[in-house]
């Protein structure tokens, strides 16, 4: 029964993320924001707008669905997916879940009850339908996420197939033009990111 349930839970996924992700280039949801958008379409939030108007943010997100959804229905690194997509599902859901104005207002007589309702539905649609499919999915795949948990991980070289004490595979040795590259590439983003530190301290309370 679990098979089924997670075949059908992430080819649901898959077709609405894959759909959601082309109707930002195509436009076939006309009342949806995509490219070729007028300019006085609503957009439920400000927060989108921004996201529209910088010009990679929204589109970005886009592109994350648009692969989401090709994944979910190859049935191919669906962990890796799920883990991926998940702050656009979160994002998503947060702001259809920004409905408290909406209930202040109602208590105080400045929005209706349909207003009101319509708000809880489009939660419940626009968020909710989406992200819990999505959690479900991660839970089924929880066995992927588990080393990631380790309290107290140890780290090892890239190429070396598990962690010291790990009874996993342990790939060939690596070469030693990408063991120079490994070590190369780690030296160069700890002095980048120690002087960036440096930068960020010697500006408190300037």
């Not at 839970?9 to 082309?22: D, E, H, M, N, P």
Request: charged share 10%; with cysteine; glycine share 10%.
């Amino acid at each position: 029964m679990l098979g089924w349930m997670v075949i059908a839970a992430r080819i649901v996924l898959g077709v609405f993320y894959l759909l959601s992700g082309l109707n930002w280039f195509f436009g076939f949801i006309p009342f949806l924001p995509h490219i070729g958008m007028p300019a006085d379409l609503r957009i439920k939030h400000d927060v989108v707008r921004e996201m529209i108007d910088s010009g990679w943010m929204f589109q970005s997100a886009k592109v994350i669905e648009l692969v989401f959804g090709v994944f979910m229905l190859a049935n191919r690194a669906v962990p890796l997916m799920l883990a991926a997509a998940l702050p656009v599902a979160a994002i998503t859901f947060g702001l259809d879940a920004l409905i408290l104005d909406d209930i202040a207002g109602w208590f105080a007589g400045t929005v209706s009850g349909p207003e009101v309702w319509a708000a809880i539905e489009d939660m419940i649609v626009g968020g909710l339908c989406v992200l819990l499919p999505h959690l479900w999915l991660m839970w089924c795949y929880a066995a992927y996420y588990r080393p990631m948990l380790a309290w107290k991980a140890v780290p090892d070289e890239a190429w070396h197939g598990g962690s010291k004490g790990d009874a996993g595979p342990v790939a060939a040795p690596a070469s030693p033009a990408l063991r120079r590259a490994f070590y190369a590439f780690g030296a160069i983003a700890l002095v980048f990111q120690t002087y960036n530190l440096f930068l960020f301290t010697s500006s408190i309370g300037g």
